[in-house]
C-alpha cells in the first residue's frame, strides 16, 4: 500500500506536467509561456479533465454480492487516488446488469455514450464473454476483476485483461494441491453444469487429476434452476465413500452443500475456489459448519501484512463491513491502471481508442503489487500470472494454509 500511496502525489505532478507539454511552450525560461502554461494547469485541475472508468456487474439480483463489493472497492480506489492526488484523476460510473449478458451489454453501451474511456468489469463471467466482444468493436480497454472463464480474453482479441486467477489455472492448481498434500483417497466432485466458471474449473481439475492420479469416486451437478437444495449431490458423494469434496462453486451454492452434509452427519474435507469467498457472510448461516473449508484465493481480509490491513481498515470505514476478494480485485484493478497514469502511458486527453492501444502495451511489460498479490504480470491474452494461495476457514476466519500466525 505504501507505493500506492507514495506515487500519488506524482501523479498529480505528471497529470500537470502533462498539461504543460500540450500547451505549446518550447522554452520554461520564457515568462509569457510559464504564465501560460500555469494557468492552463490550474484550468485543467479546476475542471477536473478526468480519466472516465466504466464498471458493470449485478447490482441487483442473485449475484448483486459480487457487483456490490466490486463497485465499493473501485469507488474506493478511486476516491484515495483522487484525495492523494488533490483533482480528478478518475471519474466512475458502474452500471448494473443483475448478471444478465444482453443487459451488460446494454450497460456497455450506456456508459460508452456517457464517455467511458476505460472499462473496469464487467463481474461475471457470461456478460464479460458478451461484452468483451463489444470492446473489439470499439477499441476499449477492459479490465476485469472477477470474470475468469478463458473465454472472457477469448472474446476480447487481447482487449479484455483479467485481474482473477482463469478456470483452469483454479482448477489445474488445486487438483495439484490435493495431490502433492495427499488430502484427500478418494475424491467427490460437485459442480454448476450451467455456469462457465464452474465447468471451466471442473474440466481442468478432472483433466489434472486424471494425471495426477488421484481417485475421483463421484461426480455430481447441479444448474441454476436446481441449487437451493443440494442434499441429493451430497448423498452420491457420502455413498461413493469421498473424504475430499472439492466445490468449484460460488459461496451460496457450497452453504447448501455444507448445510445437507451437516444433516446427514457427512464430513469430508471440503475444498473450494475463489468463488466460495464469501461464505462466512451470508445472512443466516452457521459459519460454524464451514470450520476447516479449505479454498484456493489471492486474497483474504485477515491477512496481517501492511497491504491488507490498510485497504482492509479503509473498506471497513467506507463501507461498514468486511472486503471480499472481489472487492480487492476491483481495488486492484484501479491502482493498475493507475500505475499507468503515474508512468505516463495513459493521460486524460487521450481518446478511448488510443488508451486501449497503450495499455495493452504497457500490461504485457509491466508488474504490480496489490492487495491479491506481488509481482503480477499479464500475458499477451490478457490473462494473469499470480501466486495460488490456500486458506482454511478456521473459528469464523480464513487462515493461510502454512501460515506461523
Not at 504543460?20 to 484550468?43: I, Q
Not at 487438483?175 to 498434500?181: E, L, P, Q, S
Not at 475444498?271 to 443466516?284: T, V
Amino acid at each position: 500500500m505504501k507505493k500506492f500511496v507514495s506515487g500519488m502525489l506524482a501523479a498529480a505532478m505528471a497529470l500537470s506536467l502533462a498539461a504543460c507539454s500540450s500547451s505549446g511552450s518550447s522554452s520554461a525560461a520564457d515568462d509569457s509561456s510559464s504564465a501560460a502554461t500555469t494557468e492552463e494547469s490550474s484550468t485543467a485541475e479546476s475542471t477536473g479533465i478526468p480519466i472516465h472508468l466504466g464498471g458493470i456487474g449485478p447490482l441487483t439480483g442473485d449475484n448483486a454480492a459480487y457487483g456490490i463489493a466490486v463497485s465499493n472497492g473501485a469507488e474506493l480506489a478511486v476516491n484515495e487516488i483522487n484525495a492523494a492526488a488533490g483533482t480528478e484523476v478518475f471519474t466512475l460510473d458502474f452500471q448494473d446488469d443483475e448478471s444478465d449478458s444482453e443487459k451488460a451489454v446494454n450497460a456497455f453501451n450506456t456508459l460508452l455514450d456517457g464517455g467511458m474511456q476505460i472499462l473496469v468489469g464487467p463481474v461475471t463471467s457470461n456478460p464479460s464473454i458478451s461484452v468483451a466482444a463489444e470492446c473489439v468493436s470499439e477499441n476499449i480497454f477492459m479490465l476485469t476483476p472477477s470474470a475468469s472463464s478463458v473465454d472472457v480474453v477469448t472474446a476480447g482479441e487481447g482487449n479484455a485483461f483479467q485481474m482473477c486467477f482463469t478456470d483452469p489455472n483454479q482448477g489445474l492448481t488445486a487438483a495439484d494441491y490435493i495431490a502433492d498434500n495427499s488430502l484427500g483417497t478418494a475424491i467427490g466432485i460437485i459442480y454448476d453444469s450451467s455456469d462457465a466458471y464452474s465447468t471451466g474449473i471442473y474440466t481442468a481439475f478432472a483433466e489434472e487429476a486424471s494425471a495426477r492420479g488421484l481417485n475421483v469416486v463421484a461426480t455430481s451437478t447441479f444448474t441454476s434452476d436446481n441449487n437451493t437444495d443440494l442434499s441429493t449431490q451430497v448423498q452420491q458423494c457420502q455413498q461413493a465413500g469421498a473424504d475430499l469434496v472439492f466445490l468449484p462453486i460460488y459461496y451460496q451454492q457450497a452453504s447448501q452443500v455444507l448445510i445437507a452434509a451437516n444433516n446427514i452427519g457427512y464430513a469430508p474435507t471440503f475444498f473450494g475456489c475463489d468463488g466460495m469467498d464469501g461464505i462466512l457472510g451470508i445472512d443466516g448461516f452457521d459459519t460454524s459448519l464451514a470450520n476447516d473449508l479449505m479454498l484456493l484465493c489471492p486474497f483474504s481480509a485477515y491477512g496481517e501484512d501492511e497491504t491488507t490491513t490498510t485497504f482492509v481498515s479503509a473498506y471497513e470505514a467506507a463501507y461498514g463491513e468486511t472486503p471480499n476478494q472481489f472487492a480487492a480485485d476491483a481495488y486492484d484493478c484501479v491502482y493498475a491502471i493507475y500505475q499507468c497514469v503515474e508512468d505516463g502511458t495513459i493521460t486524460a486527453d487521450m481518446s478511448a481508442s488510443d488508451m486501449c492501444d497503450a495499455l495493452k502495451s504497457a500490461f504485457t511489460s509491466m508488474s504490480f503489487s496489490g492487495t491479491t498479490g506481488e509481482n503480477q504480470t499479464w500475458a499477451a491474452d490478457g490473462t494473469i500470472s499470480k501466486e495460488p494461495k490456500v486458506y482454511q476457514v478456521q473459528d469464523g476466519a480464513y487462515v493461510l494454509v502454512g501460515s506461523e500466525e
